[in-house]
């Protein structure tokens, strides 16, 4: 027997996060204040990355560990 994936509902913030999410750029920005979801965005956009291109490869980085574990993990 299969196990079904679960269902994520996701909705982004209008506006801003929203296009994000939706933009076809190859290097897309969102440039945003505190609390604007950007790393919500970020996450979000890398995992359905990784959903519709199996075998991808990337990397989530910071420029100091403690705004890393602070922000990601």
């Known amino acids: 027997m299969v196990a079904e994936a679960p269902v994520l509902n996701i909705e982004p913030i209008p506006g801003a996060q929203t296009d ?22 970020g996450v979000v956009k890398s995992f359905l990355y990784a959903l519709n291109h199996p075998g991808a490869r990337g ?8 705004d890393l574990t602070d922000t990601i993990l």
Do not use: C, N, V
């Open 59 to 66: 990397a989530i980085t910071a420029e100091y560990y403690d």
């Open 20 to 41: 994000f999410l939706l933009s076809p750029a190859r290097h897309p920005a969102y440039i945003a204040g505190r609390q604007s979801g950007k790393t919500w965005g």
